[in-house]
């Protein structure tokens, strides 16, 4: 059979002619791909700045769907689903983009770190644990210890708050010592309501070993002391808050009036009262010095405290506790009167948190409104 050339020189220019005419097509496909990808981004983009989330959702899934191998679009569209409350759509997002084995290992760890943040917001404590373990050894690992922190806290989970404190102390995060010995005061008071007093004593000895500036932990061991007989040990623990001059000293004057009442010590108990009042004035401490000079002279001598205490600050409640003590038989308080005068104190002598500004009747150490530590002033509101 005899080969003909005729037919390779017309084949070659016309399988160049297909090449390049298949090439064109290809590149013009590619180029409305591309067009319709950044045109839907934009588009999200532009409703997300109109604060038009459900528009947004739609452009950026629109987007994803145009070039599904852009990670930035799923991070988007993850967080607008948890911003929207859609939490398992998100976690959806994120699961899928830590199950691709083609993303980096920045893009990975940020992935890990959404989908712990859906867990936490949807209220799935345990999971989010497990995802934020997953992130020690990653640049997120300091974001996501303090959140385990927020995790222990809200669960109360005392002992591994500590340790995940102790963690973020040693990497230089911050100074965690008086929050430790919060949790420590907080696994004591479980410890007292299980009905394991010598338990409870032995962890707020060791705060106090730990933490001897810290004085929550004094006054509760004191409290602790003076509920178990051991007036003369409460007297000395609660003692040094007041020679030192310890802003929370006030919280524990009626728990130092009681123990010295019970050891005998009165005298000397009103002597350190009245040094600590003298630099720092405060309507805890001057009840605590007039309850105990009642008890030692069995008069109402001392409601001239009040009196003193007006002439240096205007308080009502102090007022208040001068016209109820005061038994002047020619000017007799009407009882409806200091029922009225009762009332109008009663929301002066709250405490305010100053974070929140929630109220309560008893000073909290962890609000109980915005959950932030220390943010209670010892002094009633009136005081502040």
Not at 62 to 87: K, M
């Given at each position: 059979m005899e080969f003909d050339l005729t037919w390779i020189l017309l084949g070659l220019p016309a399988a160049f002619a297909l090449g390049w005419i298949a090439s064109r097509l290809d590149l013009r496909q590619m180029r409305i791909a591309n067009r319709q990808a950044p045109r839907a981004y934009f588009k999200g983009l532009n409703y997300l700045l109109n604060e038009q989330q459900d528009q947004a959702?739609?452009?950026?899934?629109?987007?994803?769907?145009?070039?599904?191998?852009?990670?930035?679009?799923?991070?988007?569209?993850?967080?607008?689903?948890?911003?929207?409350?859609?939490?398992?759509?998100?976690?959806r997002v994120h699961e899928h983009l830590l199950s691709r084995a083609d993303i980096s290992t920045a893009d990975r760890q940020r992935a890990q770190h959404g989908l712990a943040l859906d867990f936490l917001k949807a209220g799935l404590l345990d999971r989010a644990e497990e995802a934020l373990r997953k992130l020690e050894g990653t640049s997120y690992e300091g974001q996501a210890r303090l959140a385990r922190l927020a995790i222990y806290e809200r669960s109360r989970e005392w002992p591994e708050a500590a340790a995940v404190a102790r963690l973020l102390e040693n990497s230089g995060e911050a100074d965690f010592g008086i929050r430790m010995a919060h949790y420590q005061c907080e696994h004591a008071r479980e410890a007292v309501q299980q009905g394991d007093t010598a338990k409870a004593m032995d962890i707020l000895a060791k705060a106090l070993t730990a933490q001897p500036a810290a004085p929550r932990p004094r006054i509760l061991l004191g409290q602790l002391q003076l509920s178990q007989g051991?007036?003369?040990?409460?007297?000395?623990?609660?003692?040094?808050?007041?020679?030192?001059?310890?802003?929370?000293?006030?919280?524990?004057?009626?728990?130092?009036?009681?123990?010295?009442?019970?050891?005998d010590l009165s005298a000397a108990a009103i002597g350190v009262l009245q040094a600590h009042y003298q630099r720092q004035p405060c309507i805890d401490v001057l009840e605590a010095i007039t309850a105990l000079e009642n008890d030692l002279t069995h008069t109402k001598a001392s409601q001239q405290r009040y009196l003193d205490h007006l002439q240096k600050q205007p308080s009502l409640m102090a007022a208040s506790r001068w016209l109820a003590g005061d038994s002047r038989a020619d000017h007799p308080l009407p009882a409806a009167v200091q029922k009225a005068l009762e009332q109008a104190t009663r929301p002066l002598a709250r405490y305010r948190c100053a974070a929140c500004g929630f109220e309560a009747k008893e000073h909290f150490w962890h609000c109980p409104g915005c959950q932030a530590w220390d943010s209670y002033p010892p002094r009633r509101v009136e005081e502040l």
């Open positions: 959702i739609d452009a950026f899934i629109e987007a994803v769907q145009n070039d599904p191998d852009t990670s930035e679009l799923h991070f988007a569209l993850g967080n607008l689903f948890r911003r929207r409350g859609e939490y398992d759509r998100a976690v051991q007036a003369r040990s409460a007297y000395d623990t609660l003692t040094v808050l007041f020679e030192r001059n310890d802003l929370a000293a006030p919280l524990a004057a009626m728990s130092l009036a009681k123990a010295a009442q019970a050891c």
